[in-house]
């Protein structure tokens, strides 16, 4: 017997996006395989990793945690959704400048994490920094250049304000 399909509706990256899926489908997989949105990335679906974090009415959350249908109508913000047309955000650039990843499979996660933890502290000192990106794990850096990416994203927010 085959579950039934419920149709779901969330506002993704500021567009209403709707597709039907089964009452267990986890966010991160309703973004990827229902709605074409493979930025999101899965690794350990455990909510450990922090791969898979996007952003929901703006807090981080682990979409691999989440069922889709307990999100219906909400924001949600992928790392798709980050960038303004071609112009990266701030959070997007410092990364790049700050050579912040390596393989890129966290990359999204962290992006999504630090723009929310800018959010809420936008001139955070070193200390603030790791803890803001303690929640996620990256096996190719060291740490220090995407702790470098959050205090040069902060600078770059604090330059456009």
Do not use: K, W
Not at 85 to 95: D, H, T
């Amino acid at each position: 017997m085959t579950e039934p399909l419920h149709e779901i509706t969330l506002s993704v990256n500021g567009v209403a996006r709707t597709a039907r899926a089964a009452a267990r489908r986890t966010l991160s997989d309703f973004l990827r395989h229902d709605l074409g949105l493979s930025g999101t990335h899965v690794g350990c679906e455990h909510g450990v990793c922090g791969a898979c974090t996007v952003l929901l009415d703006g807090e981080p959350v682990r979409s691999c945690l989440i069922f889709a249908i307990s999100v219906a109508g909400q924001r949600v913000t992928t790392v798709e959704g980050l960038a303004d047309g071609e112009r990266l955000s701030p959070v997007q650039r410092a990364f790049g400048e700050c050579h912040a990843l390596q393989c890129g499979f966290c990359t999204p996660g962290f992006l999504t994490t630090v723009t929310a933890g800018l959010a809420e502290n936008p001139a955070p000192n070193r200390a603030d920094a790791v803890a803001m990106i303690a929640g996620n794990l990256c096996r190719c850096t060291g740490y220090h250049n995407i702790v470098d990416a959050v205090l040069r994203a902060a600078e770059l927010g604090r330059e456009g304000s």
